[in-house]
């Protein structure tokens, strides 16, 4: 479950905001770590927009903004916010996944659209996503290409997961080749309420709300 972090924005102002991401958390890294804030009207919907990010990954301190001709554009009342953490699991590509075992990339069962990944060691999980290219030689009737395509996966354990092909095998059988990859996992850090109040303060153009 995501932190609770409330916002109050001026609206008509500069905003900016500072929070921090794995303070106190040794092992907490930016590296392949990419961040979206937005600003919704109704929770988890309606009108939204993005704030502005600057990383400070030597702080674990990410600011927030939106300049002022956004904030002009705000309704009074109480927004919505999020911020979301993508993180690239950055594995080692399986080159040529299975070569070294005489092309056992992939197992199909007849009639059946679950393919199995035979990767050693994938260290995957259930939430991520795999990323196959160039797949060839492959069982259960698939021509070249077939599998090719980013796959929600399922786990099998440490050595197999397996995903859904766009269309049934016709023999049970094990083979194959494919580069594959995994791609982004995404986790919400932080949500809130945001209260947008009306432009009520003589501040200048540029001073900043936070």
């Given at each position: 479950?995501?932190?609770?972090?409330?916002?109050?924005i001026?609206?008509?102002?500069?905003?900016?905001?500072?929070?921090?991401?794995?303070?106190?958390?040794?092992?907490?890294?930016?590296?392949?770590?990419?961040?979206?804030?937005?600003?919704?009207?109704?929770?988890?919907?309606?009108?939204?927009?993005?704030?502005?990010?600057?990383?400070?990954?030597?702080?674990?301190?990410?600011?927030?903004?939106?300049?002022?001709?956004?904030?002009?554009?705000?309704?009074?009342?109480?927004?919505?916010?999020?911020?979301?953490?993508?993180?690239?699991?950055?594995?080692?590509?399986?080159?040529?996944?299975?070569?070294?075992?005489?092309?056992?990339?992939?197992?199909?069962?007849?009639?059946?659209?679950?393919?199995?990944?035979?990767?050693?060691?994938?260290?995957?999980?259930?939430d991520?996503?795999?990323?196959?290219?160039?797949?060839?030689?492959?069982?259960?009737?698939?021509?070249?290409?077939?599998?090719?395509?980013?796959?929600?996966?399922?786990?099998?354990?440490?050595?197999?997961?397996?995903f859904?092909?766009?269309?049934?095998?016709?023999?049970?059988?094990?083979?194959?080749?494919?580069?594959?990859?995994?791609?982004?996992?995404?986790?919400?850090?932080?949500?809130?309420?945001v209260?947008?109040?009306?432009?009520?303060?003589?501040?200048?153009?540029?001073?900043?709300?936070?």
């Amino acid at each position: 479950m995501a932190a609770q972090n409330n916002l109050m924005i001026e609206a008509g102002t500069d905003y900016e905001s500072i929070v921090y991401i794995g303070v106190g958390d040794a092992s907490y890294s930016f590296t392949n770590k990419e961040f979206r804030a937005t600003l919704n009207a109704t929770y988890g919907g309606g009108t939204h927009l993005s704030f502005s990010i600057k990383e400070d990954s030597a702080n674990k301190k990410i600011t927030l903004s939106l300049p002022q001709n956004i904030t002009a554009t705000l309704a009074s009342g109480i927004w919505y916010w999020d911020l979301i953490e993508n993180e690239n699991k950055s594995f080692l590509v399986a080159d040529q996944l299975g070569s070294g075992a005489g092309g056992n990339a992939f197992t199909t069962v007849s009639g059946d659209a679950t393919v199995e990944v035979n990767w050693t060691g994938h260290g995957l999980t259930s939430d991520d996503k795999a990323i196959i290219t160039s797949s060839s030689s492959l069982p259960g009737g698939f021509a070249n290409g077939a599998l090719d395509g980013t796959k929600t996966i399922t786990i099998v354990d440490d050595n197999n997961f397996t995903f859904e092909a766009g269309g049934t095998a016709n023999a049970s059988a094990t083979a194959g080749f494919a580069n594959v990859n995994s791609t982004f996992k995404t986790s919400r850090l932080l949500e809130g309420d945001v209260l947008v109040t009306p432009y009520v303060t003589n501040r200048t153009d540029g001073e900043a709300s936070t």
